[in-house]
C-alpha cells in the first residue's frame, strides 16, 4: 500500500489490450429491452438512420419488422443485403446472408435479434456468432436483444415467467459492448400488446400467459434496468483504472465453482458467472476427476457443463483425485482463488444430504483463507433430478442375464452338493460365485446375484427348507453376514475395478502424450513433424487425420477440396475450433483445430472422426494436450528457421564487416600510392619520375590482385565457380604459374621438381594456376628475401600432390588450424594482405574435388600441398 | 607493309569509357596510329564500314549490342584484325570471342607495351599466310611447301599429325588458337572436346621442337583457352 495509486499492471494490460483490439475490431451495439414489443427495432433503425446522415456507411443484413408499419417506414432508403434462402427439411428459410455482408463490408451493419438460432446449414448455428463474425472483420454491429436471451438472466426469467427459454446468447459477447436500454414502462407495453402491436394473433395467447402479466413486466424491468447498470459500473471501472483513479473497488477477487455432473452444476456455474460479473473478477471452473466411472449421460452432461462454463468466460482446470475436496482445493490454492463456490448439498435421500453436508462441512475446515459461499440449487431443477435407481442401461442387460444364470447354475451344484457338505459351506460356495462375478461384471448385476444368492440360499439351505424363514439363531446372524459380506465384496471389487479402469485410462492417456513427445522430439523436419504428428493423432483417436500449415502468404496448403480449405482457412484465421462437433460449420465433416502457442496460429489440424458421437471428455482433454504439443513443437521448428536465418545474416554480416574493414584499407593503400605517385610527377627529373612511375606500376598491381582476389572469393561464395575439367599437363601449370609471376618471385630463388612422365591429371587449369598463384604469393610475402622457394609435383596412391614449399618461419601452432579461413591472418603477417588468398586455393581446388593441407617442414618453413584425385586419363 | 613514311596506320576504337578511349588514343598516337573512337557497337559498326580502319580494338561490354555480336556482323564483310579489350577474364568469354574471329583477346587492365605487341602481331597476319613459305621463329625453321621442320639446322622428324597441328600454328602464327579449333582442324569435328589430344600433340611437339621443354618458349599454353605459336624475330 506504498503506492496506493498504482494500477495492477495485469488489469492495466488487459484494458490497453482491450482498448486496442476494440479499435481494429467493430463496435458492438446492443438495444436491449426487457420483452418483445418495446420498440428496440424501432430504436435501432433510427440510431442507424442517424448514423447514415452522419455520412456513414450504414447497411441493413437482416431486420425483423414483424410487420409493423412504423418500423417498416425507417427501413426505407437503408440499403440492405438480400437474405439467402436455406431448404431446410422442404421448409424454405430466409437467413442473414453473412458472406454479403462481409464482402460488402459497410462500416455500420444492423443485425435484429441477437439471440435469434440459425437455420441448420448455416455457418454458425447463432446469429450471435455470425455477428462475433462480423465485429472480428472490423464491421461495427447494431443489434437488439431482449433480457430473457442472456445466458446469465435466463434462468431468473425463467422462474419468474415459467416461459421455458431456448435461445440464449453467452455473456461474454456483450463485454465491450455498448448497451443501449430501450424502456417502457409496462403499462404503455401492455397497452400496446392489446393493441396487436406486438405480435400477431395467434402468438399473442402463448406470450400474454407467459411474459405480458403486470408482475412480470416489472421483474423484467428490473433485471434489464439493473443489466444496464451494472454494465455503465463496468464500464467506468474499466475507465479508472486505465487512468489511475483510485476507486472502491476491491481487487484480486478470484472465483472458483465446482463442476459436477450433477445437473444443479449449471446452475451453479451461471450463479458463479453472475457473481463473478458483479464482483469484477475473473472465474474458473473446477472439474475433479475421480475414480468412480461416469456413465454415458453423466459424461455428456459434464462436457456439457464445461463448456458452458467456458463459454461464459471461465478458465476450465480439472485435475484427478478420488478426494473431491482435495482436488478443489488443490485447483484453488494453484490458481489464486479467492472463493470458492460450490452448490447447497441436496437430494431426496437423507443419506446423500448427510453425506453432502459432511463434505461442506470439511471443504469449511480445510479451505483456510479461502472462503466458500454455499449457492442454492433451484428448485425447479429438482424434479429433473433422475430418480435414485433408474433401469439398467441398455449394455447391462446381458450382464444381469449372466448374474442370474451363475447363481442358478451354482445354485444347481449346491442342490447335489447338499447331502454331502453343511449349509455354511454351500454359502460360502455361492459367496465364491458372487466375488467371481464381480470381478467380471458391474455393481448392479454384483447387488442382484448377492441378493438373488442369499435368498436362494436362505430358500433352499437354511432350515426349515423351502421357506424364507430362519429359525435358529446362528443361523439368522450367518444370513446377515452373508448378506452384508457379499455386498461389501461386490462393490469393493467393482470399485477397484473402476479404479483401475480409471488408471488404464489415465495411463492410456499418459502413454500416447509420451509417445508423441518422445516421437515429436526426433522429428527435425517440418515433413517428419507432420507425418508423426498425423500418425500419432490417427492411431489414439482412430479418426483420419492431416496437418494443415500456411504458406508464407498465410493461406493454408493442402490437398483438401474448395470447401474443406474454405472451413479450414475459417478455422485457421479465427483461431477456433471449426466443423464438426463444434459450433460454426457443425455439418462439415471433419473437425478443424487450430494448433495455437500464445497469439499465434501455427496451423490447423484436421480430424475426420469416425465415431458418431462428439468426443468424449477424456477424448477431448487428450486432444487438447495433443494440439498444445503439437503447436509447440510447430513453433518450436518455426523458431529454429528463423534462428538458422538470422545465424546465416549475422554470418553473411560478419563477412561484409571484415570485409569492408579489410578492404577498404586494401583498396585505399595502393590508391594513395597512385594517387600520390602521379601528383608528384610533374616536373620532376627523370629518375625520379621513373621512380615514381615504378611505384604507380607496383600499386596498380596489387589493386588488381585485390581486385581478382575478391572477384574469386565472390564467385566462390555464390556458388558460381564451376571448374572445367580437362586433362591438364602439370608442366603446363608450373610453367605459366611461374613465368607469370617472374617478377613476383623475383626475390627467391625457385626450384621445380616435376618427375618425367606424370600423367595428365582433370583439373580446371584457369583456377589451378590462380590457386598455386596465391600459393606462391603468400610464400613470396612471408618468407625473408633470398629464402629458397620450392614447387614439387608428385604422383601416388592415385593422387597427384603439388607442393608449394618455402623455408621462412613457418606457421605458429595457434596459426595453423585458421590459415584457411576467411579473412584470417596469422598474427605477425606484413602489412598488405586480405586473408583471402589461401582461402581461395582451398576454395578453388575443393572445387575441383581435391584438397589443400598445410603443414610446418622439417628444417624450417611452411608447406602447403593441393591433392587431386589422379584418375584414368583416356588413351590417346 | 607500309611503303611512305607518311601513312599511318588506322585503328578504330570501340569502348563505352571514355577514360579508356582517352588513354587509348594517347598511347596509339604516340606510337604511330591515326585513331577513331565509337562509343557503341552501332557506331562501331558504321566507321568499321566506312572508314576501312587497319586494325579494330573492340570492348565486349558495349551499351547497345554485345561485343561478340558486333564482332560477328564485322566478319560477315571484312577480315580487319580485331583485338579484343575487355575486362571479362572467364575462358568462356575468351573462347566465345576468339571463336567469333576476333584475333586476339588481351585483359583489362593491359600493359601498353603488351597492346602494341599483340597489335603488331594482329596486323602481321592480317597478311596472307599461305605468302610465307619458309617460317622462322627462334632457332626454328617450317618449310610449309616441303614440309620439312628444323631446329637449329637439324631436321626434326614429326608424325603427320604432329606436322598437321604445327603447321596449323605456323599459319596463324601469334594468334590465340582455341581448342576447338585445334582439335576441329587438324582431328575433325567428332574430336572436339577431347582435349587430351591436344595436350599429349603438344607435349610431343614441344619435346621435338623446344630447347627446354618444360619451360616452352614457342609452344605457349593459354590456359583454359588454347595455344599459341609466338613470333620471335
Not at chain 1, 404 to 432: D, E, K, Q
Request: with cysteine; aromatic share 6%.
Amino acid at each position: 500500500m506504498t503506492e496506493p495509486n498504482r494500477p495492477d499492471p495485469d488489469t492495466l494490460l488487459a484494458a490497453i489490450q482491450k482498448e486496442q483490439t476494440q479499435r481494429s475490431r467493430g463496435k458492438l451495439k446492443v438495444f436491449l429491452g426487457m420483452a418483445a414489443g418495446v420498440g428496440k427495432t424501432y430504436a435501432m433503425l433510427e440510431a442507424a438512420r442517424q448514423q447514415r446522415t452522419d455520412r456513414r456507411d450504414v447497411v441493413i443484413g437482416y431486420v425483423e419488422t414483424h410487420g409493423r408499419k412504423e418500423t417498416d417506414a425507417l427501413t426505407v432508403g437503408l440499403e440492405s443485403t438480400p437474405r439467402r434462402p436455406i431448404v431446410y427439411r422442404g421448409v424454405t428459410l430466409a437467413e442473414m446472408d453473412l458472406d454479403a455482408v462481409l464482402a460488402r463490408h459497410p462500416q455500420l451493419a444492423v443485425v435484429d435479434e441477437l439471440a435469434h438460432t440459425n437455420a441448420p446449414g448455416s455457418r454458425h448455428p447463432k446469429r450471435y456468432q455470425d455477428v462475433l463474425e462480423l465485429l472480428e472483420a472490423g464491421i461495427d454491429v447494431y443489434t437488439t436483444l431482449n433480457v430473457q436471451h442472456l445466458e446469465s438472466r435466463a434462468d431468473t426469467v425463467q422462474e419468474i415467467t415459467g416461459a421455458t427459454i431456448h435461445e440464449t446468447v453467452p455473456d461474454s459477447v456483450l463485454e465491450g459492448a455498448e448497451i443501449e436500454l430501450v424502456d417502457l414502462s409496462p403499462e404503455d407495453l401492455l397497452k400496446r400488446f392489446d393493441e396487436g402491436k406486438v405480435y400477431v394473433a395467434e402468438r399473442a395467447e402463448v406470450a400474454r400467459r407467459h411474459f405480458f402479466q403486470p408482475g412480470h413486466l416489472t421483474a423484467l424491468r428490473e433485471i434489464a434496468l439493473r443489466l444496464a447498470a451494472e454494465r455503465v459500473g463496468q464500464d467506468v471501472r474499466e475507465y479508472m483504472q486505465t487512468r489511475q483513479i483510485a476507486g472502491p473497488w476491491k481487487t484480486g477477487h478470484r472465483l472458483q465453482v465446482a463442476v459436477s455432473p450433477s445437473p444443479f452444476s449449471e446452475q451453479m456455474i451461471r450463479w458463479t458467472r453472475r457473481l463473478a460479473d458483479s464482483l469484477g473478477c475473473s472465474w474458473i471452473a473446477a472439474y475433479v476427476e475421480t475414480s468412480i466411472a461416469l456413465s454415458e449421460e453423466e459424461q455428456t452432461r459434464l462436457t456439457r457443463h464445461l463448456s458452458l462454463a467456458k463459454e461464459l468466460g471461465a478458465e476450465v482446470r480439472t485435475t484427478a483425485d478420488d478426494d473431491v475436496i482435495r482436488g478443489l482445493l488443490h485447483i484453488a490454492r494453484t490458481q489464486n482463488v479467492t472463493q470458492i463456490v460450490v452448490g447447497k448439498p441436496a437430494g431426496s435421500s437423507w443419506l446423500s444430504f448427510l453425506r453432502g453436508g459432511l463434505r461442506l462441512a470439511r471443504l469449511v475446515r480445510a479451505s483456510g483463507h479461502i472462503d466458500v459461499h454455499v449457492g442454492r440449487p433451484e428448485q425447479a431443477q429438482e424434479q429433473k433430478r433422475p430418480p435414485l435407481w433408474h433401469g439398467p442401461a441398455e449394455s447391462e442387460w446381458p450382464q444381469y442375464l449372466t448374474a442370474a444364470g451363475v447363481v442358478a447354475a451354482v445354485t444347481l451344484v449346491n442342490l447335489l452338493l447338499s447331502p454331502y457338505v453343511h449349509s455354511r459351506t454351500i454359502g460360502l460356495i455361492f459367496l465364491m460365485a458372487v466375488v467371481a462375478l464381480a470381478i467380471r461384471l458391474g455393481r448392479g448385476p454384483v447387488y442382484v446375484a448377492a441378493t438373488l444368492s442369499a435368498l436362494l440360499w436362505n430358500f433352499l439351505f437354511l432350515p426349515p427348507l423351502y421357506t424364507f424363514y430362519i429359525s435358529s439363531l446362528e443361523n439368522a446372524v450367518m444370513f446377515a453376514m452373508y448378506f452384508v459380506v457379499a455386498l461389501a465384496m461386490g462393490h469393493l471389487i467393482s470399485q477397484i475395478r473402476a479404479r483401475e479402469r480409471m488408471d488404464r485410462r489415465r495411463e492410456e492417456r499418459a502413454t500416447a502424450m509420451y509417445l508423441l513427445t518422445l516421437k515429436l522430439a526426433d522429428a527435425s523436419t517440418w515433413e517428419e513433424i507432420d507425418r508423426t504428428a498425423v500418425s500419432n493423432v490417427e492411431r489414439v483417436f482412430k479418426a483420419e487425420a492431416s496437418l494443415l500449415r500456411p504458406e508464407v502468404s498465410g493461406q493454408l496448403r493442402t490437398t483438401l477440396s474448395e470447401k474443406d480449405l474454405s472451413i479450414a482457412q475459417w478455422a485457421f484465421q479465427h483461431a477456433q475450433p471449426t466443423g464438426r462437433f463444434t459450433d460454426t460449420l457443425p455439418m462439415a465433416d471433419a473437425m478443424y483445430l487450430p494448433l495455437r502457442t500464445d497469439g499465434n496460429v501455427l496451423g490447423v489440424l484436421r480430424v475426420k472422426w469416425k465415431q458418431s458421437s462428439p468426443p468424449t471428455l477424456d477424448q477431448q482433454t487428450l486432444l487438447e494436450g495433443f494440439l498444445r504439443h503439437i503447436a509447440l513443437v510447430l513453433d518450436r521448428q518455426r523458431l529454429r528457421d528463423t534462428e538458422t536465418q538470422a545465424r546465416l545474416l549475422a554470418e553473411s554480416e560478419r563477412f561484409t564487416n571484415a570485409l569492408l574493414s579489410s578492404i577498404s584499407h586494401e583498396l585505399r593503400t595502393p590508391l594513395a600510392a597512385i594517387a600520390s605517385a602521379v601528383s608528384a610527377l610533374s616536373g620532376q627529373p627523370p629518375d625520379v619520375q621513373q621512380a615514381l612511375i615504378d611505384e604507380v606500376r607496383q600499386a596498380s598491381n596489387r589493386l588488381n590482385r585485390l581486385v581478382d582476389n575478391l572477384l574469386d572469393m565472390t564467385r566462390l561464395e555464390s556458388g558460381h565457380t564451376k571448374p572445367h575439367l580437362d586433362w591438364c599437363d602439370i608442366n603446363d601449370l608450373v610453367h605459366i604459374t611461374l613465368k607469370r609471376l617472374e617478377k613476383d618471385l623475383a626475390g627467391h630463388p625457385v626450384s621445380v621438381s616435376v618427375p618425367p612422365n606424370l600423367p595428365l591429371v582433370r583439373m580446371d587449369l584457369v583456377l589451378m594456376e590462380q590457386a598455386m598463384t596465391n600459393l606462391l604469393l603468400n610464400a613470396a610475402a612471408h618468407t625473408p628475401p633470398q629464402t629458397p622457394v620450392q614447387v614439387m609435383a608428385t604422383a601416388q596412391e592415385g593422387e597427384l600432390a603439388i607442393t608449394v614449399a618455402d623455408r621462412g618461419p613457418g606457421l605458429s601452432a595457434e596459426a595453423l588450424p585458421h590459415v584457411f579461413e576467411k579473412f584470417y591472418r596469422a598474427p605477425g603477417s606484413p602489412a598488405g594482405g586480405t586473408g583471402l588468398g589461401l582461402p581461395i586455393v582451398k576454395g578453388f581446388v575443393e572445387a575441383q574435388g581435391g584438397r589443400v593441407q598445410v603443414a610446418n617442414r622439417a628444417g624450417g618453413g611452411a608447406a602447403f600441398t593441393m591433392t587431386l584425385p589422379l584418375g584414368d586419363p583416356p588413351t590417346v | 607493309m607500309s611503303d611512305t613514311t607518311a601513312y599511318k596506320p588506322v585503328a578504330l576504337v570501340i569502348d563505352d569509357e571514355v577514360q579508356i578511349r582517352r588513354l587509348l588514343r594517347i598511347t596509339l598516337e604516340a606510337n604511330g596510329y591515326r585513331v577513331l573512337e565509337a562509343a557503341n557497337g552501332q557506331g562501331g559498326l558504321t566507321q568499321a564500314a566506312t572508314c576501312r580502319p587497319d586494325v579494330v580494338l573492340l570492348d565486349l561490354g558495349l551499351p547497345d549490342l554485345d561485343g561478340v555480336t558486333v564482332l560477328k556482323r564485322l566478319r560477315e564483310w571484312s577480315h580487319v584484325p580485331v583485338i579484343v579489350l575487355s575486362v571479362r577474364d572467364r575462358d568462356e568469354d575468351k573462347t566465345a570471342a576468339l571463336d567469333s574471329g576476333a584475333d586476339d583477346y588481351v585483359t583489362k587492365p593491359f600493359s601498353t607495351a603488351e597492346l602494341l605487341a599483340r597489335l603488331r602481331v594482329a596486323q602481321r597476319h592480317a597478311q596472307p599466310v599461305a605468302d610465307t613459305v619458309v617460317f622462322r621463329t627462334g632457332d626454328m625453321e617450317v618449310d610449309l611447301s616441303s614440309r620439312r621442320v628444323t631446329v637449329k639446322g637439324q631436321e626434326v622428324r614429326l608424325t603427320a599429325t604432329e606436322y598437321s597441328l604445327l603447321r596449323l600454328l605456323v599459319r596463324h602464327a601469334g594468334k590465340v588458337l582455341t581448342h576447338q579449333h585445334l582439335l576441329r582442324e587438324v582431328w575433325g569435328p567428332d574430336y572436339v572436346g577431347q582435349t587430351h589430344y591436344l595436350r599429349v600433340y603438344m607435349a610431343r611437339l614441344r619435346e621435338k621442337l623446344e630447347a627446354a621443354p618444360s619451360q616452352p618458349e614457342v609452344l605457349i599454353t593459354e590456359p583454359g583457352v588454347g595455344y599459341r605459336l609466338v613470333v620471335k624475330d
